[in-house]
C-alpha cells in the first residue's frame, strides 16, 4: 500500500512526540523518588531538632521556675519520641545504600540510651517536684537552687532523702544533656554520610537518565532526516527535470520511484512528455 507525503510527515510528527514523551517519562521516572527523599531527611531534621529542644528543655529545669519546666521537659521527651517513631518509618532511605542503612542504624541505637536517661530521670523529678509543692504551695516560681538553698530543707524530717533526690535529678539532668548533645553530633555526622550517598545516587541517576535522553533523541533525530532527505531528494529530482524542460530539452524524464504523491506525478509528468 502506498503511503502518502501526508502520512509520512504525521509518522514524523508521531516519532517526535513519543520521543518527547518516553523522554519526559524517563526524567520523571528518574526525579520521583526525589521528592520522598527530601521528606525523609527532613524527618531526620526533626529528630535534630527534637534532641536540641528536649537538651534545652533538660537544662532549663537547673535555672528556670522548676515546676513549669517540668511539663515543659515532660512534652520535649514526648516530641523526640515520636521523631523517632517518625524516624522508623523511613521507606527510600534504607533502599538507597549500605552506608545509608549503617548511618540510620547509628541513629536508631541512640534511642535505647535516650530512654534510659528519660527513665532514670522521670523519679527523681516527680520526687523534687513534690517537695517544691510542699514548701511553695501554689507558687511555680521556684527553683531547682531554691530548694537546694531553702532553710527549711535543714528542718525537714526527710533532709537525707530530698538531697539524694536533688543530687540525683541533677546528675541525670547532667548525664541526659551531654547525651542529647553528643546524639546531634551524631545525627549532623551520619547525616552527612546520608547525604553523599544521596548526592552519589542522583549524580548516577541523572547521568543514566540524561544518556538514554541524547540517544532517544539522536535516533529519533537519525529518523526524522531519513524521512525529511527522501522527500526533499524526490522533490530536487523534479524540480531538475523541470529546470531542464523549461529550456527546451524535452528528453528530460522523471526518476522518482517513490509511491507516494511525488512518485505518482513523476510518472504522469513522464506520461505527459511521452504523449
Known amino acids: 500500500m502506498a503511503i502518502g507525503i501526508r502520512w509520512k510527515l504525521l509518522f514524523l510528527i508521531a516519532i517526535l512526540v513519543v520521543a518527547f514523551g518516553i523522554s519526559a517519562g524517563i526524567y520523571f521516572s528518574v526525579r520521583s523518588p526525589v521528592g520522598e527523599i527530601r521528606s525523609e531527611q527532613r524527618t531526620l531534621s526533626f529528630l535534630r531538632t527534637a534532641f536540641l529542644g528536649q537538651a534545652l528543655s533538660a537544662n532549663r529545669l537547673t535555672n528556670s521556675p522548676f515546676a513549669l519546666q517540668s511539663d515543659a521537659f515532660k512534652n520535649a521527651v514526648e516530641t523526640t519520641t515520636f521523631s523517632f ?23 536508631a541505637a541512640l534511642k535505647g540510651t535516650l530512654d534510659a536517661d528519660d527513665a532514670a530521670l522521670l523519679a527523681p523529678l516527680a520526687a523534687v517536684q513534690a517537695v517544691g509543692d510542699r514548701y511553695y504551695g501554689a507558687s511555680k516560681a521556684y527553683t531547682l537552687l531554691d530548694l537546694t538553698m531553702d532553710p527549711r530543707l535543714e528542718r525537714d524530717p526527710h533532709k537525707e532523702s530530698v538531697t539524694l533526690d536533688i543530687g540525683e535529678l541533677s546528675a541525670r539532668i ?17 547525616t552527612q554520610i546520608i547525604d ?3 548526592a552519589t545516587i542522583e549524580g548516577r541517576s541523572a547521568a543514566i537518565a540524561l544518556m538514554v535522553i541524547i540517544a532517544l533523541s539522536a535516533a529519533t533525530l537519525l529518523v526524522a532526516l531519513v524521512v525529511a532527505n527522501r522527500i526533499v531528494r524526490s522533490v530536487r529530482s523534479i524540480e531538475s527535470s523541470v529546470a531542464g524542460m523549461s529550456e527546451g530539452d524535452l528528453t528530460r524524464s522523471f526518476s522518482v520511484e517513490s509511491r507516494d504523491e511525488i512518485g505518482r506525478l513523476s510518472t504522469n509528468l513522464n506520461r505527459f512528455i511521452a504523449s
Open 85 to 107: 517513631m517518625q524516624g522508623g518509618r523511613l521507606k527510600i532511605l534504607p533502599r538507597i545504600s549500605a552506608s545509608v542503612r549503617g548511618a540510620l542504624a547509628s541513629i
Open 196 to 198: 553523599k550517598a544521596i
Open 174 to 190: 547532667e548525664k541526659l544533656t551531654t547525651d542529647l548533645v553528643s546524639s546531634v553530633a551524631v545525627i549532623n555526622h551520619e
